[in-house]
């Protein structure tokens, strides 16, 4: 069976005009609190435990987008879970279930435990522990079916240690360092099949920023993050843009500022600020391409929820439906599309953004286009077509 990498690009008027904007939403249920874990599965956003005026907490609560409303769910570890409140975990997703994994409890100042949520049976299931030192404040993403954790403070110190975990095999994996400096509080998220780690605390503060390829297993690093260097912000990817907001500064000032990242310039723009308070510690993850940003601490908890618009960078009149199959292949993509293209709007570029068109050829037909990939090495590509003036398709092909 031949598999298909189907693109709709399908938005309302409202949405189209509603870019780099914010929008307040329902508060989120519990008392207010920062520091928590968050994940997303279903279309559904969770966010679970975190640390309020009363101490750690383990209780976990979903977000509806299309309700815009929060319900309770079950606390972390079930109804057997006492002791495994926390604040500082990290977090990640793989096909439809939610993880928790590290972090520090009133009793306990370093988790090592991993705790697998499957939300169509409502259960939480104790999985491997995590193979490196138990930690706190460690970065985590997921990429295809693996999760990714890595940096950290454990009971030795500063991390820079870097693991994948397996839910297939239920195992870790120690994998390449990171190769910056050992940190804290960094910022850590997947965007169009890699990762990508910056910001944090090793000491001093930091604004450097890398690249993670799962595929090689090897970093490289980006332009250096344009905002001041903070610890405690929180970031999210919809390609090809990453972002990076809030958080707190040298001066122990907390910050409101947004900074969107491109994948295929390796540059920074600031974006409109969080509408609502200065904070470090939020909580942000993405559902259908919007950002929501919420909790935190800045003095007080906080409880307030926003969804964030990027900027679309499409014309209202262009409503395509695109296909490229088979995906992967080994000598040609086949690509339907209901808007006429032309060989000089395809260009194709290198998992580390390098334009390498010319490695392959691209010949229009009536039903939208061929690409031969038999020159190109074996690999992921990135595919970007342009009508008139717009980019309207970003899709990862495979080379085999």
Aim: hydrophobic content about 35%; aromatic content about 14%.
């Amino acid at each position: 069976m031949r598999k298909y990498l189907i693109l709709i690009i399908l938005a309302s008027t409202c949405a189209l005009y509603a870019q780099d904007s914010w929008q307040q939403l329902d508060s989120v249920n519990g008392p207010s609190k920062g520091s928590c874990a968050a994940f997303v599965i279903q279309g559904e956003g969770f966010v679970v435990g975190g640390l309020d005026d009363f101490g750690f907490k383990r209780k976990m609560y979903s977000y509806d987008p299309f309700q815009n409303d929060w319900d309770d769910e079950l606390s972390l570890g079930g109804l057997n879970g006492s002791g495994l409140d926390r604040a500082s975990a990290t977090s990640f997703s793989i096909n439809n279930k939610g993880y928790v994994c590290l972090g520090q409890g009133q009793t306990n100042p370093y988790f090592k435990d991993l705790w697998e949520y499957n939300h169509e049976t409502e259960a939480w299931t104790q999985k491997a522990d995590f193979i490196g030192t138990a930690r706190r404040q460690a970065i985590g993403f997921s990429v295809d079916d693996f999760g990714y954790v890595g940096t950290g403070q454990d009971a030795a110190g500063l991390c820079n240690d870097f693991y994948k975990f397996d839910p297939t095999t239920n195992t870790w994996s120690q994998l390449n360092d990171f190769p910056g400096t050992p940190r804290r509080q960094a910022v850590g998220f997947a965007m169009g099949g890699e990762g990508y780690v910056g910001t944090g605390d090793d000491g001093v503060l930091r604004k450097d920023f890398w690249m993670y390829l799962p595929t090689t297993d090897t970093w490289i690093q980006k332009a250096d993050f344009p905002g001041t260097a903070r610890a405690g912000a929180t970031g999210w990817g919809v390609f090809p843009t990453g972002f990076i907001a809030t958080g707190e500064d040298i001066n122990f000032e907390y910050k409101k500022d947004v900074w969107e990242y491109n994948y295929f310039s390796n540059s920074w723009v600031q974006r409109a600020d969080l509408p609502g308070a200065a904070r470090k510690n939020a909580i942000s993850f993405v559902i259908d391409g919007i950002a929501y940003l919420g909790t935190g601490f800045n003095g007080s908890f906080m409880d307030d929820f926003y969804s964030y618009t990027g900027i679309v960078g499409l014309k209202d009149e262009i409503i395509a439906s695109i296909e490229a199959f088979p995906n992967p292949t080994t000598d040609r993509f086949i690509i339907k599309s209901k808007v006429p293209l032309r060989s000089d709007q395809l260009e194709i570029y290198s998992i580390t953004g390098q334009n390498v068109s010319s490695s392959f050829n691209f010949v229009c037909t009536p039903e939208g286009g061929e690409i031969n990939c038999t020159n190109a090495v074996t690999g992921n590509y990135i595919v970007r077509i342009h009508v008139d003036n717009q980019q309207i398709l970003n899709c990862k092909l495979t080379k085999i």
